[in-house]
């Protein structure tokens, strides 16, 4: 049965990035959009540009499309952005993925979930960069894209943008703990994700905080998007369904 499907894309990256994996979705009769959050478009003020921003750019490109019964898919980043639907969209949203993303509690931000020398990182970038930051070419090769070869490595690398680090720092703006919400939720773990380390993992550090959940599991990094579209369109699908 074809589904409704927003792809909403982590830090550094724009919906264009998700256009792959929507591809093999739409092949398989889904629906399929990839919009871009504020913050990460051509010309945004990366220095202005907070969470609540991201949260209030997504709310409106569900509403103008006029969506319901949305499966809404968040990868990393993106996993604080989709938390915030439920409440914005009531009635609408069919079912929550988390793919090797974030999930907040209310009141916290995205630094309170990463190890520490991630956040020591990204405040050193920051305050040399305008409050924006990008992440290392070390950092992505080893641990973000660590199943690719080196030349599809660098030629998504060549891909990301300045990120605005206010919707790393910027705390979740939630009425409930997601484990409280009776919309559906499944988590999609990539087991050779190693952007967060196996000693702080996604999962089930991060997704047993959805209560009642769906867990599908698969083989790849944190970048599937670029390094096997085909599976991440697959394992979306086996994740989104009812």
């Known amino acids: 049965m074809p589904d409704t499907y927003v792809l909403v894309h982590g830090a550094w990256h724009t919906g264009a990035e998700m256009e792959a994996t929507a591809t093999h979705l739409r092949a ?3 629906t399929v959009h990839c919009p871009t959050l504020a913050g990460n478009n051509p010309g945004d003020n990366r220095a202005a540009t907070g969470l609540a921003d991201a949260v209030d750019s997504l709310a409106a490109f569900i509403d ?22 439920p409440a914005r969209l009531p009635g609408r949203i069919r079912r929550l993925v988390y793919w090797n993303a974030f999930v907040p509690q209310p009141g916290e931000c995205l630094n309170d979930l990463v190890p520490p020398h991630y956040r020591a990182l ?8 305008g409050n924006a930051v990008m992440l290392p070419y070390p950092i992505w090769r080893e641990a973000f894209i660590n199943d690719a070869d080196e030349a599809l490595a660098q030629s998504t690398y060549a891909l990301l943008n300045p990120h605005p680090y206010r919707t790393f720092t ?29 000693s702080l993992p996604w999962h089930p550090r991060l997704s047993e905080r959805l209560g009642l959940f769906r867990l599908v599991e ?12 085909a599976s991440a369109a697959q394992h979306i699908e086996r994740a989104g369904r009812d």
């Open 122 to 129: 990204f405040d050193q970038v920051a305050a040399s960069n």
């Open 218 to 229: 698969c083989q790849g990094s944190h970048e599937l998007c670029f390094s096997d579209p």
């Open 28 to 30: 398989r009769g889904h």
């Open 64 to 85: 103008s499309q006029g969506l319901t019964d949305v499966r809404l898919v968040g990868h990393s980043y993106g996993g604080m952005v989709i938390s915030h639907m």
């Open 170 to 198: 910027e705390p979740a703006q939630l009425p409930v703990p997601m484990a409280a919400l009776e919309v559906g939720k499944s988590y999609l773990n990539a087991q050779q994700d190693t952007a967060l380390p196996h």
